[in-house]
């Protein structure tokens, strides 16, 4: 079965400290997977994606199908970082456009 | 370019009514993905139209269904509303292949 789990609901830190936000995923075939952003009232939107390799937002995250996981790392987590974020997975044969999403993990960074 | 646009924004219904939601993507953007999100199940996806055709299907029932127009715009139905069906429903397009989704506000949906 296709999943995405984040096992933390709420991730608490202060400014200045690492942050990790877990996922992990159980897929059969190819996985593309995306790490999502909601700051308070506004609407979803791309943070990253494995394929691109990049850092956005000072975030990065590696893809590792050894342990079918996608963790979003900073090393140095700012209160502008505070949301809302969503891990999720798209088959490849689904060319993207069906987005399985994790239950999401709440990233409070205190000052 | 203009974001992802949904009407109405928030919307009370009766249970056993129907109710339309709209959703107009990105300019030049052929997919529309439609996703309900509760607090319980987090964001479900619903369906995805490419084309004026749909794509892909989640585990929804059948009164949920929806459609796309030539000009990419897309609709969902959902018919025999039920208390449960309380939700934000969320749409997303993107230009095709894998590309990133572009998510629109929501629209907000009340069962009483």
């Known amino acids: 079965a296709q999943r995405v789990t984040q096992p933390e609901k709420l991730l608490s830190v202060f400014k200045g400290a690492p942050v990790e936000l877990k996922c992990n995923y159980s897929?059969?075939?190819?996985?593309?997977l995306f790490w999502y952003v909601q700051y308070s009232r506004q609407r979803l939107q791309l943070l990253l994606r494995?394929?691109s390799r990049e850092s956005i937002k000072g975030f990065t995250a590696d893809l590792n199908k050894g342990e079918t996981s996608f963790h979003l790392k900073k090393p140095f987590a700012q209160e502008e970082d505070s949301a809302m974020y969503y891990c999720?997975?798209?088959?490849?044969?689904?060319?993207?456009?069906?987005?399985?999403f994790g239950q999401g993990t709440e990233l409070s960074v205190k000052p | 370019k203009a974001g992802v646009t949904q009407t109405p924004r928030y919307l009370i219904k009766t249970r056993g009514q129907q109710v339309t939601l709209s959703c107009s993507p990105i300019?030049?953007?052929?997919?529309v993905s439609w996703y309900q999100q509760t607090p319980g199940q987090g964001l479900q996806f619903l369906f995805e139209?490419?084309?004026?055709?749909?794509?892909n299907k989640g585990n929804f029932p059948g009164r949920f269904s929806g459609r796309q127009f030539s000009n990419s715009r897309s609709e969902m139905n959902v018919s025999t509303l039920e208390l449960g069906d309380s939700a934000l429903y969320l749409c997303a397009s993107r230009a095709g292949g894998p590309y990133e989704q572009y998510f629109g506000p929501g629209t907000r949906l009340t069962v009483t």
């Open positions: 300019s030049g953007h052929r997919s």
């Open positions: 139209y490419f084309s004026e055709t749909q794509r």
């Open positions: 999720a997975l798209s088959g490849v044969e689904n060319q993207g456009g069906k987005l399985i």
């Open positions: 897929y059969s075939g190819s996985p593309e």
């Open positions: 494995h394929i």
